[in-house]
């Protein structure tokens, strides 16, 4: 059975970091291409960050780009994101994503979703 558990969330102050994990399993990893998404309330959910699965770099939201890292562990079937210099509109539900597209990010084509993790930045 195909699952993404996303964890890490939290209630973090203007500045500070936080790292999100998401544990994969039920699928080869190399299969699919992965990515964070998020959604604030009342807006729509975009995506952050995404690592294809074999070639290519990472993408970030210019957002985010210079703050956020991803990252892919294959023998603990993790992915990471190193979230530094939070800023209040980094709130949002974060979402753990997987899909066949190598441009997930950009076109939101999502094959499966994780249930998501709050992220609140506030003082």
């Known amino acids: 059975q195909l699952q993404l558990v996303e964890s890490g969330g939290g209630l973090v102050q203007p500045g500070g970091s936080l790292r999100l994990s998401c544990a994969a399993s039920?699928?080869?990893?190399?299969?699919?291409?992965m990515g964070w998404f998020r959604q604030a309330p009342g807006k729509e959910r975009e995506g952050v960050s995404c690592?294809?699965?074999?070639?290519?770099?990472?993408y970030y939201a210019d957002s985010v780009r210079g703050r956020f890292t991803i990252s892919k562990d294959y023998a603990r079937r993790m992915l990471y994101l190193q979230m530094n210099s939070l800023k209040p509109e980094d709130t949002a539900v974060y979402f753990c994503?997987?899909?066949?597209?190598?441009?997930?990010?950009?076109?939101?084509?999502?094959?499966?979703w994780g249930q998501g993790t709050q992220v609140t930045v506030s003082s």
């Open positions: 690592i294809q699965n074999r070639s290519g770099g990472p």
């Open positions: 994503a997987i899909s066949m597209s190598r441009e997930m990010c950009s076109n939101g084509e999502v094959n499966y």
């Open positions: 039920g699928f080869h990893l190399d299969f699919y291409n």
